[in-house]
């Protein structure tokens, strides 16, 4: 109960704190540039034209609060905490690669944007590997992997996690409205999970609830990569931190349907020539936004429901098998 509290102490804490940074609109962040996509018949439209001129890259004042609250609190309780600092640093690098992607007049390339993810991916594992074993649950059955088995899972896991985070950060409200369902359940239904890092998922809650004071429709503010990068690299350690890392295919499922099914049909299409989907835009926001009419708060609304009944189902089968 004492833990719950200290981290239910530190999430207020990180909304304070992210409320005060994004409320000052600090004039150094940088404002949205727009987005442009290629139709079918090779016509450059501009996607989320509603977005242009909006502060962009906020994660980084939101992920700042997250981290020295969570330095703060964590860091030093019983000793130095060695991979909890560690994590941090690669969390802010992440943060800061982002941040540095959403300033820039011409947006990096996917390969480099990539390539980050995949060394950072790389060391979070390696440090991973240093300090646990490599024992992971399907509910009640549980292994002992191989460390090479247990390094591509980790990396695979981790670059995805990233990336489809990434993809669904394009709807007012989406992705922090699921993060926070996500975090939550993390901290809800592993009770195993380090105390460090259940802590950190509701203090993360705590900051992303102060940012949908500005980023629900019609939003002032974007987290842009500085936010959606280290959220899908967190949401990543949590699953190896709760050796569980299967149960980011349910908590992650949204993320994974809305932004992840996009990546595997442009990568189909690009490397082999293959169509699928055809008819479904991704990610899927925009195919309810844009081929469906939806409004923007319903599209959030549907992502965070679904994100819910995952989490319950989640849940539920814990109780039951777990």
């Not at 016509?43 to 020295?68: H, Q």
């Not at 669904?168 to 369902?181: A, E, P, Q, R, W």
């Not at 932004?259 to 082999?272: A, E, M, T």
């Not at 844009?290 to 609304?301: A, F, H, I, R």
């Amino acid at each position: 109960m004492h833990e719950v509290l200290i981290a239910l102490l530190a999430a207020v804490f990180a909304f304070v704190g992210s409320f005060i940074l994004l409320k000052l609109n600090l004039p150094f962040m940088p404002k949205d540039g727009g987005k442009v996509a290629v139709t079918p018949k090779g016509e450059v439209v501009e996607v989320n034209a509603a977005s242009r001129g909006k502060t962009t890259g906020v994660g980084l004042l939101f992920t700042i609060v997250w981290y020295l609250i969570s330095l703060g609190v964590y860091g030093f309780t019983e000793g130095v905490n060695v991979q909890l600092l560690i994590n941090l640093g690669l969390l802010f690098a992440m943060t800061m690669a982002g941040f540095l992607d959403d300033a820039a007049k011409e947006h990096w390339r996917d390969r480099t944007k990539g390539g980050i993810d995949l060394i950072i991916a790389i060391v979070v594992t390696a440090v991973f590997l240093l300090y646990n074993d490599t024992e992971v649950y399907f509910f009640q059955w549980h292994m002992t992997l191989h460390p090479a088995a247990y390094v591509a899972l980790a990396l695979v896991m981790l670059w995805a996690s990233v990336n489809v985070t990434n993809c669904s950060d394009g709807v007012d409200g989406l992705c922090g409205g699921v993060t926070i369902v996500e975090a939550v359940a993390f901290f809800l239904i592993f009770p195993d999970l380090p105390k460090e890092y259940g802590g950190m998922a509701l203090t993360l809650a705590g900051a992303l609830i102060a940012y949908l004071l500005f980023n629900w429709f019609p939003s002032s503010a974007l987290m842009g990569d500085g936010g959606s990068r280290p959220i899908g690299l967190f949401l990543g350690m949590l699953a190896m931190q709760s050796k569980h890392p299967f149960a980011l295919l349910l908590l992650s499922l949204v993320f994974i349907f809305d932004g992840g099914v996009g990546l595997v049909k442009v990568f189909l299409k690009r490397r082999f020539k293959i169509v699928i989907l055809e008819k479904i835009r991704y990610p899927f926001h925009d195919h309810l936004r844009k081929n469906l009419n939806w409004n923007v708060p319903n599209t959030s609304m549907l992502a965070i429901g679904a994100e819910l009944v995952c989490a319950v189902i989640c849940g539920v089968l814990m109780l039951l098998f777990g």
